[in-house]
């Protein structure tokens, strides 16, 4: 179950890998012309209305919204029964103290023994996450030395970082700076041919940077 926003290409290959695909949207977008051909059906709701449709009273659960730089609105992007992905975790234990996938694995086991669960108290730090493909199979992060650094991705054709303190104005201005270094050196990605097998991030331009 996926958003059309998050890649149509990614709902074409799950149908050709057999899979029931559906479409997840807001209901203001009924009439929005969507592609028929790659889903079996299209579900229109409110964001806050999935998680009743699911069903899910316990558990983790991980949804998304993009916010329109042009007006502010909110658009429901996708949701799922897990701990997020793409290193919001790393973002979230940052900021916060808490490790996400510890926690959802000990509320599990409480539904499971009969056990109470707490959830753990909290700091109230701010964090930033900036990741992007890079060209470079092992690139060179020493450049990111600032004492706020407290994680960085370990994976191939990756940059990857995540930035702590209690001060926010202190986190955004790292953001800024380190999204400009990695726009002016040459670890942003440069498209390859077609028939290249190198690795296949590196032919999207991709970056992202979350607070």
């Known amino acids: 179950m996926a958003s059309y926003e998050k890649d149509h290409r990614f709902l074409t290959e799950g149908k ?3 899979w029931r695909v559906y479409l997840m949207t807001s209901a203001r977008l ?5 592609r028929r051909d790659s889903v079996d059906d299209i579900l ?14 316990d558990g983790a659960s991980h949804t998304e919204f993009i916010r329109s730089r042009d007006t502010g609105e909110l ?3 996708e949701t799922s029964a897990r701990v997020g992905e793409a290193h919001i975790p790393e973002l979230t234990e940052a900021g916060t103290g808490a490790n996400l996938w ?26 930033g996450l900036l990741v ?13 030395s600032d004492p706020e650094v407290v994680w960085k991705v370990a994976k191939r054709h990756h940059m990857g970082l995540v930035v702590s303190s209690p ?6 201005e790292l ?37």
């Open 102 to 127: 510890s926690e959802w694995a000990k509320l599990e086991s409480s539904l499971v023994t009969g056990l109470s669960y707490s959830a753990p108290e909290v700091r109230h730090d701010q964090a």
């Open 44 to 57: 229109f709701m409110p964001g806050d209305q999935v998680l009743k449709l699911f069903g899910l009273n």
């Open 30 to 34: 009924r009439d929005a012309g969507w």
């Open 16 to 18: 050709k890998l057999g």
């Open 132 to 144: 992007s493909c890079v060209q470079q199979e092992w690139p060179d992060t020493s450049v990111f």
């Open 175 to 211: 953001m800024d700076s380190y999204t400009e270094i990695v726009r002016r050196t040459s670890m942003l990605p440069r498209p390859l041919k077609k028939e290249s097998a190198i690795n296949p991030f590196q032919n999207s331009n991709f970056m992202m940077v979350g607070f």
């Open 75 to 77: 658009f429901f992007l």
């Open 167 to 172: 001060d926010g104005r202190r986190v955004a």
